[in-house]
């Protein structure tokens, strides 16, 4: 059984762009939620989806956009990247309580 | 939302030592607590979780335990090892009754062989 994957590993990109990471979540989970982890912190929750929706956000401002698709797989998009972007994002997958984190992906912005 | 302290920041121990790392919260309501250990290049991985109907969980060489009335819960390994090497972080949850979890700010716990 295949756990939680994103793509994709690493990415650079430059002030200005717009980036799209991507996630499947682990088998049999419904709910996908996404974190942005800087060096040295721990991870900060930037909203979930559940059913294709965004069901809760954390505060992360409206660059910052989502998706979910009818196979539970999603999206993290975010526009007019800044320098404080650069991060490892991380998404988590989940049934009940449990979250189940994918590798994450590194984004450095120039 | 909930704000969740962790310490300390940074642990070095002896081989076959123990290890507590203490995480404080602010919203009384909250009632799950999950811990995960991170590897370098991974994401978080949970490594064990306590309820608030509990006050303490064990699990082979980890345990927790949860301290409601003055909302502070701890993480225990003993007998360390190389192996057990990592950054550990504490969380709570985001909001009341939601699946999203605020997390502390993480202890790097190095075992020494």
């Known amino acids: 059984d295949a756990g939680v994957t994103q793509s994709p590993t690493h990415l650079i990109k430059t002030r200005g762009q717009q980036v799209t990471l991507r996630c499947s979540p682990k088998s049999g989970h419904d709910t996908v939620s996404w974190y942005q982890q800087a060096l040295g912190q721990g991870p900060q929750f930037i909203f979930q989806?559940?059913?294709?929706?965004?069901?809760q956000r954390g505060n992360f401002p409206d660059r910052f956009s989502g998706h979910q698709f009818p196979n539970y797989s999603s999206e993290l998009n975010v526009n007019a990247l800044l320098l404080g972007d650069s991060a490892l994002y991380l998404c988590a997958s989940s049934q009940g309580l449990d979250l189940y984190f994918g590798p994450g992906t590194r984004l450095l912005v120039l | 939302g909930e704000n969740v302290e962790q310490h300390p920041s940074t642990l070095s121990v002896q081989e076959g030592d123990s290890a507590v790392i203490k995480c404080t919260y602010s919203?009384?309501?909250?009632?799950?607590f999950p811990w995960y250990k991170q590897e370098l290049g991974k994401g978080p991985q949970l490594i064990i979780d306590?309820?608030?109907?509990?006050g303490e969980k064990k699990d082979q060489r980890i345990a927790v335990t949860l301290n409601k009335t003055a909302k502070h819960f701890s993480l225990h390994i003993t007998e360390t090892q190389p192996e057990d090497s990592a950054v550990y972080f504490c969380?709570?949850?985001?909001?009341?009754?939601?699946?999203?979890?605020?997390f502390g700010s993480g202890t790097r716990l190095q075992v020494q062989p």
């Open positions: 306590i309820r608030s109907n509990v």
């Open positions: 919203d009384s309501a909250s009632n799950y």
């Open positions: 989806y559940y059913e294709e929706e965004e069901r």
């Open positions: 969380a709570a949850p985001y909001d009341t009754g939601r699946r999203a979890l605020t």
